[in-house]
């Protein structure tokens, strides 16, 4: 007899890690950007409140964006697996062969994929139509409220540093400090959602640094452009 053994698998972390790597990564790009634009033509006093403002204005409207997001997605898993097990209740028979054709698809031979479309049945027929014929599974369902809190709290943690940064820089190494804080984080940022990932770091770490960049670098010239006009 075969010995269970537990395993992690990389599949289940994608819930929550796609939330917080897109929080974190909003909460650096926009509220260092912001600041660069502002402290363009302004002091450090008011580069502080921008940012502060972009912290908390941001985690709120990342949190209430995921809610919303994520809520609509359950909405309709939800109302699958409600037809789905009305489905079930009206026509057990079609749905046992409906079950067994999909393993069918996959390779399974006829006789041996109507038993365990059977079997599987036997113990949790909407658990299995959910996973094979939908495609929901406790790994990749909908968590409004998790992906909220994940968004939020990730957004913050990811502003945080250009914000300290902002407060203790001197006024003339500010902008360049803010820059250059907020780069290195992006980055570690990318390489460490790769390798939550399983994937390579390199590319990932490149990629968002070089879209940070190319925000804060649009956003500083925009505030000095209008700046400078005002």
Same mark, same amino acid.
């Not at 994929?113 to 495609?135: F, I």
């Not at 809190?149 to 913050?156: G, Q, T, Y």
């Given at each position: =007899?075969?010995?269970?053994?537990?395993?992690?698998?990389?599949?289940?972390?994608?819930?929550?890690?796609? /939330?917080?790597?897109?929080?974190?990564?909003?909460?650096? $790009?926009?509220?260092? %950007?912001?600041?660069?634009?502002?402290?363009?033509?302004?002091?450090?006093?008011?580069?502080?409140?921008?940012?502060?403002?972009?912290?908390?204005?941001?985690?709120?409207?990342?949190?209430?964006?995921?809610?919303?997001?994520?809520? %609509?997605?359950?909405?309709?898993?939800? #109302?699958?697996?409600?037809?789905?097990?009305?489905?079930? #209740?009206?026509?057990?028979?079609?749905?046992?062969?409906?079950?067994?054709? $999909?393993? &069918?698809?996959?390779?399974?031979?006829?006789?041996?994929? @109507? !038993? &365990?479309?059977?079997?599987?049945?036997?113990?949790?027929? @909407?658990?299995?139509?959910?996973?094979?014929?939908?495609?929901?599974?406790?790994?990749? *369902?909908?968590?409004?409220?998790?992906?909220?809190? #994940?968004?939020?709290?990730?957004?913050?943690?990811?502003? /945080?540093?250009?914000? /300290?940064?902002? *407060? $203790?820089?001197?006024?003339?190494? !500010?902008?360049?400090?803010?820059?250059?804080? %907020?780069?290195?984080?992006?980055?570690?940022?990318?390489? $460490?959602?790769?390798?939550?990932?399983?994937? %390579? =770091?390199?590319?990932?770490?490149?990629?968002?640094?070089?879209?940070?960049?190319? #925000? =804060?670098?649009?956003?500083?010239?925009?505030? /000095?452009?209008?700046?400078?006009?005002?």
């Amino acid at each position: =007899m075969v010995q269970p053994h537990p395993e992690n698998h990389l599949v289940a972390r994608i819930g929550w890690l796609r /939330a917080a790597v897109l929080g974190a990564n909003d909460g650096i $790009i926009s509220t260092a %950007s912001l600041m660069l634009g502002v402290a363009a033509v302004s002091s450090t006093g008011e580069v502080v409140v921008a940012g502060l403002a972009a912290l908390v204005a941001g985690a709120m409207s990342m949190a209430a964006g995921e809610y919303v997001s994520v809520s %609509s997605q359950a909405d309709t898993e939800n #109302a699958d697996l409600d037809r789905e097990r009305r489905e079930l #209740a009206e026509n057990p028979k079609f749905e046992e062969k409906e079950l067994a054709q $999909i393993y &069918v698809g996959r390779g399974v031979e006829p006789q041996l994929a @109507l !038993q &365990v479309a059977r079997q599987l049945m036997a113990k949790d027929a @909407l658990g299995a139509h959910a996973r094979d014929e939908l495609g929901i599974s406790e790994a990749v *369902a909908a968590n409004p409220v998790q992906a909220a809190f #994940a968004s939020a709290a990730s957004f913050a943690s990811g502003a /945080a540093p250009p914000l /300290a940064t902002a *407060a $203790i820089a001197p006024r003339e190494l !500010q902008a360049a400090l803010i820059c250059g804080v %907020s780069l290195a984080l992006l980055a570690v940022l990318g390489a $460490i959602g790769a390798r939550a990932g399983g994937a %390579s =770091m390199l590319k990932p770490a490149l990629r968002v640094a070089f879209w940070g960049a190319l #925000a =804060m670098a649009v956003t500083a010239g925009v505030g /000095a452009l209008v700046g400078r006009t005002i």
